[in-house]
T-cell receptor, first 112, second 113 residues
């Protein structure tokens, strides 16, 4: 089992829709969870992080964390073509508070 | 701009060459990282430095040699690489003890001929 799993996609949504990206992790002791956006040929850009169960909202983005079920999700409201990118989920490792384990990423396509 | 710079942005080298990648962070962070990103694979952590001390070597071949002279600068020295080492090499930094958000530089696209 991979430590951090994401559906590779592509996830295709029409412009203006809600895009829902999911991530599961295997280490129940993980404490911090991060979402990065990576455009083709570019480096990852931090979008959000979350520590506590529940929702955290920032503009059009909402991160959701459920530690009991070991999943974290990212919702993008009013999706725009400029949101088309690969979204990486990252989880801090239990053995190190500063080591992040990344998923393979989900490719999102927003159709105009 | 994230406050993390990397040079060069692109590098083509032969298998017998020696080259170095440079990373500099202007964020006052105390931890720096090297990652490798190959096509269709997750980001692979290579090395971690915390306050200039190497705290992680993720079974990286010895043809990759990191150097961290201070908390703001990180180098990756390359020698006798293989074509399969062609990838995007990313540097990141974070503040250990804080929320540990890692901020990435733009990366160096390396091609080994």
């Amino acid at each position: 089992q991979k430590e951090v799993e994401q559906n590779s996609g592509p996830l295709s949504v029409p412009e203006g829709a809600i895009a829902s990206l999911n991530c599961t992790y295997s280490d129940r002791g993980s404490q911090s969870f991060f979402w990065y956006r990576q455009y083709s040929g570019k480096s990852p850009e931090l979008i959000m992080f979350i520590y506590s169960n529940g929702d955290k909202e920032d503009g059009r983005f909402t991160a959701q964390l459920n530690k009991a079920s070991q999943y974290v999700s990212l919702l993008i409201r009013d999706s725009q073509p400029s949101d088309s990118a690969t979204y990486l989920c990252a989880v801090n490792g239990r053995d190190s508070s500063y080591k992040l384990i990344f998923g393979s990423g989900t490719r999102l396509l927003v159709r105009p | 701009e994230t406050g993390v710079t990397q040079t060069p942005r692109h590098l083509v080298m032969g298998m017998t060459n020696k080259k170095s990648l440079k990373c500099e962070q202007h964020l006052g962070h105390n931890a720096m990282y090297w990652y490798k990103q190959s096509a269709k694979k997750p980001l692979e952590l290579m090395f971690v430095y915390n306050f200039k001390e190497q705290t992680e070597n993720n079974s990286v071949p010895s043809r990759f040699s990191p150097e961290c002279p201070n908390s703001s600068h990180l180098f990756l020295h390359l020698h006798t690489l293989q074509p399969e080492d062609s990838a995007l090499y990313l540097c990141a930094s974070s503040q250990k003890g804080g929320s540990n958000e890692q901020f990435f530089g733009p990366g160096t696209r390396l091609t080994v001929l």
